[in-house]
């Protein structure tokens, strides 16, 4: 750009800027190919990040919770939310509920189960250990975009209790400072006043005037 020369942005027509939303990522578990598809699908639709596994297994060990040194390399990337069909081979998904809501780095991540089998047992069994919630298969993308939201609206709310709690730890920190100061400043004043050299300087000060 040359000197002088303003950089102008583009508007769309009617006016308004276009809003940007934080782009979750969604971890992806089911052990059937198609319904991974599909879930998949909806929820890139849905302008989600999405990694997918097969199995509960490759769940844990994608989020380094395998308890092997073989952690998947992309443990540290954020997950902000993870789907799991709740009829697996092996790990089911009540069972990697309960191993990731006993995790201390992904005991927040919201969990939704997903079924073809409507049975109250098994979703209030789900519901009572931390699932966010329950759905049943085919998901619809209505589903997901509603989770979506309910995530979006979760994190704005914690971001803005954080934000809240550090500027009145700041405003604490702010007014003890002041205090501390002021208290300080009063001390230093009263030592001066009541000091014998002062009265000393003063008492001298009068008896001069007094023979002028």
């Not at 443990?75 to 089911?92: F, Q």
């Not at 109250?120 to 931390?130: A, F, N």
């Not at 604490?172 to 400043?185: A, G, L, Q, V």
């Amino acid at each position: 750009m040359a000197v002088g020369e303003v950089m102008r942005m583009e508007i769309p027509a009617g006016g308004e800027l276009p809003v940007t939303t934080p782009e979750l990522h969604v971890l992806a578990v089911d052990d059937s190919i198609v319904d991974r598809k599909v879930i998949e699908r909806l929820l890139r639709i849905s302008s989600c990040k999405v990694t997918t596994v097969e199995s509960g297994t490759r769940a844990l060990q994608y989020l380094g919770l395998d308890g092997g040194k073989g952690a998947s390399n992309l443990k540290d990337l954020k997950v902000n939310l993870i789907v799991t069909d709740y009829s697996m081979p092996g790990l089911t998904g009540y069972d990697l509920l309960k191993k990731i809501k006993e995790s201390s780095a992904f005991r927040e991540v919201p969990v939704v189960i997903m079924s073809s089998e409507n049975i109250l047992p098994r979703i209030e069994e789900c519901l009572k250990e931390g699932a966010e919630e329950f759905l049943l298969k085919p998901v619809k993308l209505a589903d997901v975009k509603r989770i979506k939201q309910l995530i979006l609206r979760n994190e704005a709310e914690e971001c803005k209790t954080l934000s809240h709690s550090n500027k009145r730890k700041l405003q604490e920190d702010c007014d003890t400072s002041s205090s501390s100061s002021s208290s300080s400043s009063s001390h230093d004043d009263s030592s001066v006043k009541d000091t014998p050299s002062s009265k000393r300087m003063k008492s001298e000060s009068e008896n001069l005037s007094s023979l002028f």
